[in-house]
């Protein structure tokens, strides 16, 4: 398959002063799909990593950048992580006989 490309519009007065900031098309595209696909794997949008693939980072880098942005990598809720736990008991409690 091929790439899609997606534009963003920007009026000029900001980006000019975007790029007196010292950010460059490019940094913006960049920056734009990582915040894009931080969003899309915090809203369980895609995966872990068709998230990491759409921000352009490996898959450790993007873990790094949710956790930059306090964005959990595993979200359990509680019933979830107790079923959890409770398995790894009985599985703990089998590998002692």
Same mark, same amino acid.
């Given at each position: 398959?091929?790439?899609?490309?997606?534009?963003?519009?920007?009026?000029?007065?900001?980006?000019?002063?975007?790029?007196?900031?010292?950010?460059?098309?490019?940094?913006?595209?960049?920056?734009?799909?990582?915040?894009?696909?931080?969003?899309? %794997?915090?809203?369980?949008?895609?995966?872990?990593?068709?998230?990491?693939?759409?921000?352009?980072?490996?898959?450790?880098? %993007?873990?790094? %950048?949710?956790?930059?942005?306090?964005?959990?990598?595993?979200?359990?809720?509680?019933?979830?992580?107790?079923?959890? %736990?409770?398995?790894?008991?009985?599985?703990?409690?089998?590998?002692?006989?």
């Amino acid at each position: 398959m091929g790439n899609v490309q997606a534009v963003i519009d920007l009026p000029e007065e900001l980006y000019l002063s975007l790029s007196a900031s010292g950010l460059t098309k490019e940094r913006i595209a960049s920056e734009s799909r990582k915040l894009l696909a931080l969003k899309c %794997f915090r809203d369980k949008v895609l995966s872990l990593g068709k998230s990491a693939e759409l921000s352009g980072l490996s898959k450790w880098e %993007f873990i790094e %950048f949710l956790s930059e942005n306090d964005v959990p990598v595993i979200d359990y809720k509680e019933d979830e992580l107790t079923r959890e %736990f409770k398995t790894v008991e009985k599985l703990t409690e089998r590998l002692k006989k």
